[in-house]
């Protein structure tokens, strides 16, 4: 029987099939954004552990409002930016998490994911990967925003995007080519910042048990 794949595995196996489909420039100019995205600092600029979370109010798939205060109030608060669900790698971030939910909520913990994507592509989203839990839609970037996670994407991957079909200005409803760099975050039921895993490059991203981890120690320190 085949070992079953953590996300890495997972992630690894697309990235290496992706280069060997797409053509060796356009790889080249996706890996030197990244790297550029990585060199300007916008993973050590975002909120960190140790802060307070912004308390923000977003719609969900079905657009009904979604206070964060009212998620992390009742146990720590798994919080997922992804890119939207024309993101591969976001796809399969999203589907891993299925997996590991009754592990989350065994020990009180909650998990919503946020994109700017518009309520109807993220119900898209959610009914696509069959997922268990609210996805939220932040088209206005407030959250984003809010955790230090948005940039604009420069011009070379504007055109691809619009090339292949992801116009990011549509899809997400505001009119712009900006994005949350992927990142997952604990809160705890202070709305304190207990974990926080932020990534430039799209191809990476936390594994679950690690951030499963990082609940089991928020709910044990809750306790003492």
């Known amino acids: 029987m085949?070992?079953?794949k953590t996300l890495a595995d997972q992630l690894a196996d697309y990235k290496a099939g992706f280069k060997?489909?797409?053509a060796p420039e356009r790889v080249a100019m996706m890996e030197a954004a990244t790297a550029?995205?990585?060199s300007s600092g916008i993973e050590a600029r975002a909120m960190q552990v140790g802060a307070r979370a912004p308390d923000v109010t977003l719609p969900d798939a079905m657009n009904r409002?979604?206070?964060l205060s009212d998620l992390w109030r009742?146990?720590?608060l798994v919080l997922i930016f992804y890119r939207g669900g024309w993101c591969p790698y976001c796809n399969l971030e999203l589907r891993a998490w299925n997996e590991h939910l009754p592990s989350l909520k065994q020990m009180g913990g909650q998990l919503v994911a946020v994109s700017p994507q518009t309520p109807d592509h993220s119900l898209s989203t959610a009914q696509?990967?069959?997922l268990a839990y609210p996805v939220l839609s932040d088209s206005a970037l407030q959250a984003s925003e809010g955790f230090g996670l948005t940039f604009e994407l420069p011009p070379q991957l504007i055109d691809l995007y619009s090339r292949v079909g992801n116009d990011l200005p549509v899809l997400n409803g505001n009119g712009r080519w900006e994005l949350p760099v992927p990142a997952t975050y604990v809160i705890d039921r202070d709305g304190r910042?207990?974990?926080a895993h932020i990534e430039a490059d799209y191809r990476e991203r936390a594994e679950p048990k690690m951030v499963l981890e990082a609940v089991a120690h928020a709910r044990d320190a809750d306790l003492i």
């Open 20 to 22: 060997q489909r797409v």
């Open 128 to 130: 696509k990967n069959d």
């Open 74 to 76: 009742r146990g720590s």
């Open 65 to 67: 409002p979604v206070r």
């Open 193 to 195: 910042v207990v974990f």
């Open 36 to 38: 550029d995205l990585r």
């Open 2 to 4: 085949e070992k079953h």
